[in-house]
Structures are given as structure tokens and as C-alpha cells.
């Protein structure tokens, strides 16, 4: 039996259904496996009393233990202090997790951190508190912006932890970049539900939605790296093309008045934050998904949109290569609105059929997420036991 402690500051909860949900189904995936054993940790920051908004408030009344979707799952708070800018924050996780894990002393023989920083560093703290190996897992924005900010950091967790892994071979060459040992890190792929995410009739998606003709979808948070504005700059030089935006956070405001200012307001719609299980029928439906993120590690927007047949204009932004594999997939352009432009008018003018689009996302499986992971895992265990066991891996696909 593998015991397993999941730990994530980025997990669904009542409050927040589509927070970290790639995290979610990693986890479920591998409790799933016979043999194995999840016990979740999510922890909550949250500000100072004095700072909180309503969204904190209905944080703080969460359960701090619950069954969700069959998982016993934890949800310790910590004391989160956005003008220290995450300097303290691995410390107040670590100790805010620290009576459970006694509680549970014993009860686990690794600890899973889904999320670099300041997860990352906890973990290898209570790692070395309870004698067992730590597995630290880079998703993107962890390393891209918190091996900036808070790089010492960053650094002394990934050569702490017996094992790293990376979403893209492109985010592992960036870990190394930043001084971390290549050979530590696996290249893990994210999955996806084939149940959900396919190829439908398109025309009859559109309809179902109420739209006519060419649409374009750009998924995810409201924020300037994902550049949702390059996206509704370049369908505003295409006419007739409807824009929609899923997605919620601060940029919402100022991405309306951008789609007034190109008096275009009229085909771009703000969705707001979509339900994960009702993205599928927003992706059936748009004949390009365009996304113009700065940095990305692996986005499962990516794949999830190419298993739904429909084709991807991405920049050249983390493992985009790994992804954009055949001329089907979609295209990688510069990150300007004339580029998505261009590259959206192509794909609109000869599209790709849609079983040939969804042939890149084939080897994106969850299955094999959660397979890979164990057997990651288990080889961290072994080399804890044995020392002339490897702990170190190089692919886990």
C-alpha cells in the first residue's frame, strides 16, 4: 500500500469550484489506483481580519476537514501577508499543517506537493520533520513568477525534495535554468477526460449557445498574462467573428471598455468564471480556441481544446511545441494582435477537421497521469529505503 499526503494550496472547495481543479483530478486519478492510499491537505491563506473581503470570509467558513468527491481532504488556514509577497508564507503553511501531519504521524509514506510555492518549501520542511520523501511538482506560474520573486527560495526547495516534476519539457528546461538539477526532474503531463472534452457537431453547439457564425473562444483568469486583450484586438480586425472571453478576475472591467473603445462590444462577450464541466460545450462550439498567455507551463486549455477538435493559436510560451504537434493542432505565433489575427483568418478560412485536431491531444491521458505518478512516487519511497535506489527521474509520461 502507498500512503500518500497530497499537499495543495490549489484545490476546489464549495467556495471555488474550478480552483485548481487539474489538481483535483490528478489526485482522484491516483487514489484510484489499487494499492493507494490519498490523504489531502489543501490549505487556505488568508489576510489578517482587518483586510478580509466577503470572498475571505466565505473561505474562513469552510470545514476544516470534509469528504470531498470521496477524499478526506484538510483545510488548515495560514496566515497569508500580501505585502511580505510571499516571504513568510511556506513557514505559516508549514506550521498550520504541522497537527494534522502529527496526528497522522506515521500514516503516510510521502508527501505530494502539487504546487511549487510556497508549497514547494513546506513540504520539504515537514518532509524532513516526519522522515519521509518529498515529491515537488512545477505547473508554470510557480516557477515563472516565484522563482523570481522569491528564487532563493524556490531553489533550495527543489534541491531539498527528493523528486521534482514538470508539466512541459520546456518548464523542466527553465527549472534547470534556474539551478536546479535536470536529471531530479520528470516531465508529467496533465490529462484529459475524453468523456467530456470530444468532438460534437459544431453548427448544432453554436445553436445550442444561441451563436451564428465564426467563434472564437479565450479561456482563463481575467489577469494581463493571459493576454485576453491581444485576443479581442485581433478579432476586432475580423468582422463578423464572435469573441468569447471565459474567465473571471481583475482585468474584466478594463477588457469591456477595450471591446467598447473598438466598438466591438456587441460579439465579445464576458462570460465570467464557467463551471469545468461546461467548457466542453464552449469549446465544441468555437471554431478556434486563441489564447495569448505570456507564460504558460503546460495549459490544459491547450489540450482540453484540441481533444474537442478544435484548434489552438497560442504564442510560443512553455510546452506550446509539445503541443502544436501537427498542422491540425492549431498554430504558434508571435504574441501581437496582427499574429492571432492572421492566424485565426487561416484557420477560419481552411479549418482542419475536427478528428484530425483532436488526434494531438491522443497521448494526454489521466489514466496515464495517475499511473505516472505513482510510479514516481513509489520510486521516491524505495530510494528513501534504499539508498542505491534511484529517487531521481528523468521522463514520467
Avoid at 489531502?40 to 470531498?68: C, D, F, K, N
Avoid at 505530494?112 to 518529498?134: K, T
Wanted: glycine residues 10%.
Amino acid at each position: 500500500m502507498l500512503r500518500v499526503l497530497t499537499l495543495s494550496t490549489l484545490y476546489p472547495d464549495a467556495t471555488r469550484s474550478n480552483f485548481g481543479v487539474f489538481v483535483e483530478r490528478q489526485t482522484l486519478g491516483l487514489a484510484a489506483l489499487p494499492d493507494t492510499l490519498v490523504t489531502v491537505v489543501a490549505p487556505i491563506g488568508l489576510p489578517p481580519r482587518a483586510l478580509r473581503r466577503a470572498s475571505h470570509r466565505a473561505l474562513a467558513r469552510l470545514p476544516q476537514e470534509e469528504t470531498w468527491r470521496g477524499l478526506n481532504v484538510h483545510r488548515p488556514r495560514f496566515l497569508s501577508l500580501p505585502a511580505a509577497n510571499g516571504r513568510f508564507a511556506p513557514a505559516l503553511l508549514a506550521r498550520a499543517v504541522r497537527p494534522i501531519l502529527d496526528r497522522m504521524a506515521g500514516r503516510f509514506d510521502v508527501i505530494d506537493a502539487s504546487f511549487f510555492f510556497p508549497d514547494g518549501p513546506a513540504a520539504v520542511a515537514l518532509g524532513r520533520r516526519y522522515g519521509v520523501p518529498v515529491s515537488i511538482k512545477a505547473r508554470g506560474a510557480d516557477i515563472h513568477h516565484w522563482g523570481v520573486v522569491r528564487r532563493a527560495q524556490v531553489v533550495a526547495a527543489g534541491q531539498g525534495a527528493d523528486g521534482l516534476l514538470a508539466v512541459s519539457a520546456a518548464l523542466k528546461a527553465d527549472m534547470v535554468a534556474l539551478g536546479l538539477a535536470g536529471d531530479k526532474v520528470g516531465v508529467h503531463f496533465t490529462g484529459v477526460d475524453r468523456e467530456q472534452f470530444h468532438p460534437a457537431d459544431r453548427a448544432a453547439a453554436k445553436a445550442a449557445l444561441g451563436l451564428t457564425g465564426p467563434v472564437v473562444l479565450s479561456l482563463g483568469a481575467l489577469i494581463g498574462r493571459k493576454g485576453h486583450g491581444i485576443v479581442l484586438d485581433a478579432v476586432a480586425t475580423l468582422p463578423d467573428v464572435t469573441l468569447l472571453i471565459a474567465g473571471d478576475g481583475p482585468d474584466r472591467a478594463a477588457l469591456a471598455a477595450q471591446a467598447t473603445a473598438r466598438g466591438v462590444a456587441a460579439r465579445v462577450h464576458l462570460l465570467g468564471s464557467v463551471p469545468h464541466a461546461e467548457l466542453p460545450r464552449l469549446l465544441q462550439a468555437a471554431d478556434v480556441m486563441a489564447l495569448a498567455s505570456s507564460s504558460e507551463g503546460l495549459a490544459n486549455a491547450w489540450v482540453e481544446a484540441l481533444a474537442c477538435g478544435t484548434p489552438i493559436v497560442i504564442p510560443d510560451a512553455g510546452g506550446a511545441r509539445e503541443v502544436v504537434t501537427i498542422p491540425a493542432a492549431g498554430r504558434i505565433v508571435a504574441r501581437d494582435p496582427q499574429a492571432f489575427a492572421a492566424a485565426i483568418a487561416g484557420l477560419l478560412a481552411a479549418p482542419p477537421a475536427q478528428d484530425e485536431t483532436a488526434k494531438a491531444a491522443a497521448s494526454f491521458s489521466w489514466a496515464r497521469n495517475a499511473r505516472a505518478l505513482r510510479e514516481h512516487l513509489v520510486r521516491l519511497v524505495l530510494g528513501a529505503t534504499d539508498p542505491a535506489s534511484p529517487r531521481g527521474v528523468t521522463a514520467v509520461r
